[in-house]
């Protein structure tokens, strides 16, 4: 038997699993790491608390399982986006703490880049919307608030990396400096059409070449592991991907119009566009889904901030749940909503793009119990998604066929059957739900050659479940409707 080691290096802890070659979990480890707030909106990570704790949980799998470290056929990676990490080159130690990608400290160069007029021009070479999420102005932060950086940074000293080039970088000790064409999308320093750093736009935000990785396939050669680190052994690292578009390739969303939503705490959306990126003024942000080989695939990506978020806001706060799986008893004890929930905690993004916006519950009557608060709340993240998925069929012209589903909420069936009513169109559920690691598995196990192409991947596909639509015309448009009209209310709600 042979395995596949997938390495999950998330926002909040690492994982790693080990997969045999019929692509079933045999084990799997997680750790959870240090949140470190330094004051309000900012977020950071040790960088050797990324590393420490993914090389434990990878150490510790191969342990349990109890197999030869020569049946380990190679890692794929996979891992958070757009957070920021410069390291020596020579030492290999980090300079600051990894500026995770929540962070909003670089807000006041994006606000600069914007002044500058290059929004339209940044959006069309990267496909982004301008945004202290992504890396470039992470990197412009570092370089004026450590002392003396740039001039090492210049001098050729320095690495940057997104946490995927880090960890590649310590597998290897230092012998890998690389990435893969997906996270390099996320650095707004990437051309989405050449598929290489943009040398113009290096120029125009003063960040020296020297820093960057090399930029490789997603599924391919990067590599091998330092015999130090795994017991003498030599493992090859063949396929690396950020976890959205990971889990778009765990979901076998393989072919234009396909498309999945990652029900966390947020909700992330990526929908295969096929060999061309979709660049529009939506607010929706373009991205490389893979490149394998000479196959090239984009995807347009959307986000909704609560999704989860919401009914641990049910549990914490109003105190209406014990835990998130009973939001699904609770809803299916009505007959109907009879309120709407508008969960716009922090703003709403995509298709409103009103920050200004807050929460509400529209249509309370006397006769409102709980059980219709949490079923609205439900239905809210399925309101949310409808409304990002209308926009990408709308900027693409590509019509969705069906939608996969992963992440902690789409295990409420009450939730995914009433998503496929909403949007007219069959939901599709893995058994396992573990879709980012095994999109990393995939990739690396087309890399080496224990799977010889796509197809051979979709006969390993587990069983799912399928949520069919049951619901009319009329019956849709009327629950849309009345969404749109609280919706409306929230807008605007906080002054400017
Ligand atoms: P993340 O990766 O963002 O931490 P997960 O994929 O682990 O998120 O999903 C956790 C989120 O899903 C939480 O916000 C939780 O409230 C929600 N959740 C988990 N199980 C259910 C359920 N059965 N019904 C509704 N929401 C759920």
């Not at 790491?33 to 420490?52: L, T």
């Not at 914007?114 to 982004?128: P, S, V, Y």
């Not at 390099?184 to 943009?198: H, I, P, Q, V, Y």
Request: proline share 3%.
């Amino acid at each position: 038997m042979k395995y596949i080691l997938a390495l999950d290096q998330g926002t909040t802890s690492s994982r790693a699993l080990l997969f045999d070659d019929k692509a079933q979990i045999k084990k799997t480890a997680q750790k959870e790491f240090r949140q470190i707030y330094p004051q309000e909106g900012w977020v950071e990570h040790h960088a050797w608390d990324i590393w420490n704790s993914q090389i434990s949980v990878a150490r510790e799998v191969i342990e349990e399982s109890g197999i030869d470290l020569q049946d380990i056929s190679a890692i794929g990676i996979t891992n958070q986006r757009e957070t920021t990490i410069l390291w020596d080159k020579k030492t290999g130690d980090p300079i600051y703490h990894a500026i995770v990608w929540q962070c909003r400290r670089s807000a006041s160069y994006v606000e600069e880049l914007k002044k500058r007029g290059l929004e339209d021009f940044l959006r069309e070479r990267t496909g982004l919307v301008p945004d202290a999420y992504f890396s470039a102005t992470k990197i412009l932060w570092l370089f004026d608030h450590v002392k003396g950086l740039r001039e090492r940074a210049e001098a050729g000293e320095i690495a940057f990396g997104t946490v995927d080039s880090w960890i590649m970088w310590n597998l290897s000790r230092g012998q890998i400096h690389a990435t893969d064409v997906t996270n390099a999308s996320r650095t707004m320093l990437f051309n989405l059409e050449k598929l290489d750093w943009d040398q113009e736009i290096l120029d125009l935000l003063d960040i020296p070449r020297e820093i960057l990785p090399r930029i490789e396939d997603s599924s391919g050669h990067f590599g091998f592991t330092h015999p130090e680190v795994f017991g003498g052994a030599r493992i090859p690292i063949t396929g690396v991907a950020g976890d959205q578009q990971a889990a778009l390739f765990g979901q076998l969303c393989f072919e234009e119009s396909m498309a999945k939503n990652t029900y966390g705490t947020g909700c992330f959306l990526l929908m295969n566009t096929g060999s061309r990126p979709v660049i529009k003024k939506s607010g929706l942000v373009a991205t490389v889904a893979w490149k394998i080989g000479e196959e090239v695939l984009y995807a347009l990506e959307g986000s909704i901030f609560n999704g989860g978020a919401a009914i641990q806001w049910l549990r914490d706060e109003m105190k209406l749940i014990a835990d998130a799986p009973s939001s699904e008893e609770a809803a299916l004890e009505v007959e109907d909503s009879g309120v709407v929930v508008v969960p716009a905690f922090t703003g709403l993004g995509a298709p409103y793009w009103d920050m200004y916006a807050r929460g509400g519950i529209f249509g309370i009557t006397r006769g409102t119990k709980r059980q219709h608060v949490i079923r609205a709340t439900l239905e809210a993240i399925a309101f949310q998604s409808q409304d990002v998925l209308e926009l990408m069929e709308k900027d693409s012209g590509i019509k969705l066929k069906s939608l996969f589903v992963d992440g902690g909420a789409s295990a409420n069936n009450f939730l995914m059957q009433f998503q496929a009513d909403l949007l007219d169109m069959e939901i599709i559920r893995p058994e396992n739900l573990e879709s980012t690691a095994l999109g990393a598995a995939f990739l690396a196990g087309l890399g080496v050659g224990l799977w010889k192409d796509k197809e051979e991947l979709k006969n390993l596909k587990t069983e799912d479940r399928i949520f069919l639509p049951q619901k009319d015309q009329s019956w849709r448009q009327e629950k849309i409707n009345l969404w749109r009209r609280a919706v409306e209310r929230t807008l605007q709600w906080e002054e400017e």
